[in-house]
């Protein structure tokens, strides 16, 4: 899923996706993703900050070592994060204290 920057604003604009269950892996050798993942939400941009607000919907299938089988449960995750463009984060000054809002903040490549 790509969200084209160029076009975003304060206000926003909607977005969702649904991901084929072998499209997407899991880090966990132990799980596997049950059913399609749905990732729906709300693109904005404020100055270069774009931020991603929404919610990914799913099931997982994960092995139960008390059961000794394989159990299929709801997996719903809200989102709120922040992406600022790769030329800004570089120009970060060095060796500053990161505050809370810096550990939810990633970096995109291109935009405006």
């Known amino acids: 899923m790509q ?8 206000r926003g604009e909607a977005f969702s996706h649904t991901y084929g269950k072998e499209e997407l892996s899991l880090d966990d050798e132990t799980a596997r993703l049950a059913s399609e993942a749905r990732v729906a939400g709300r693109a904005s941009m404020k100055g270069s900050e774009v931020r991603l607000r929404g919610t990914l919907s799913t099931q997982v299938e994960v092995y139960c070592d008390r059961c000794a089988a394989a159990v299929v449960a709801p997996l719903e995750i809200e989102f709120d994060t922040s ?27 291109g935009g405006p």
């Open 83 to 109: 992406f600022l463009p790769a030329e800004v984060e570089k120009a970060a000054v060095e060796n500053v204290e990161l505050q809370k809002d810096d550990l939810i903040r990633s970096v995109y490549e």
């Open 3 to 10: 969200i084209e920057v160029e076009r975003l604003d304060e």
